[in-house]
């Protein structure tokens, strides 16, 4: 039972840091608030970093409950997350914009004429989008229960969420320390690892759902 909850950690952990992108909301984060104060800087970083988890957190309690509701069952919901998951992880090695995972051209424009961005475009969709909601509704899914296995996803959660916030307050110097490339070759490694996990989530959904025999 450890060693699962361990993989269930590790597995959160990496799924996480793909659709959340902490690297990638830090720089977009960097961008945005360029002329501002360093004291609303933070104000705006800890206000929606605080918004974005509790939207997670949210999904991560009732978001099963919601779906059985809809009538979706844990197959399709394996394989309909395993395929967002992947068109995600295939934007991630190309190094391409997602509006899974990042702001549209439309999205950052808007933002660009806000003073404060921490509820958008910071708490959703760039922490909170329609990737992590995905995933943690997955993940959760996945536990089947488990009391165990569903601390440990909510708890890789909240690691990711905490690395999140810490890249938001030093932004500017992550920027300038990894610059374009590192962040890209950081984000590449990540969609291959989101790509393969999602092709597992795929296979496991098509396999529960018992339209492949054997």
């Known amino acids: 039972m450890d060693g699962l909850i361990l993989e269930t950690f590790t597995v959160g952990l990496a799924t996480f840091f793909a659709t959340i992108g902490p690297l990638d909301v830090a720089a977009v984060f960097a961008a945005l608030t360029a002329g501002e104060a360093p004291k609303h800087r933070r104000r705006m970083a800890v206000r929606g970093a605080l918004i974005a988890t509790g939207i997670l957190i949210t999904f991560a309690l009732i978001g099963e409950s919601l779906l ?22 295939i934007d991630m090695v190309f190094a391409r914009s997602s509006g899974s995972t990042s702001t549209t051209d439309e999205e950052e424009q808007e933002a660009l004429g806000k003073r404060d961005i921490s509820v958008f475009p910071i708490a959703t969709p760039l922490i909170a989008g329609p990737g992590a909601m995905g995933a943690v509704i997955l993940l959760m899914a996945n536990t089947e ?5 569903q601390v440990a996803v909510i708890a890789s959660l909240m690691v990711i969420l905490v690395l999140t916030f810490g890249m938001l307050l030093l932004a500017s110097k992550i920027q300038r320390l990894f610059g374009v490339t590192g962040m890209h070759v950081v984000t590449r490694i990540f969609g291959v690892l989101l790509s393969a996990l999602a092709v597992q989530f795929i296979f496991d959904g098509v396999a529960q759902s018992g339209l492949i025999s054997g």
Request: net charge neutral.
């Open 68 to 89: 059985f509701a809809l009538g979706i069952s844990i197959a399709a919901l394996r394989t309909g997350g395993g395929i967002l998951l992947l068109l995600i992880g």
């Open 145 to 149: 229960g488990e009391l165990a296995l």
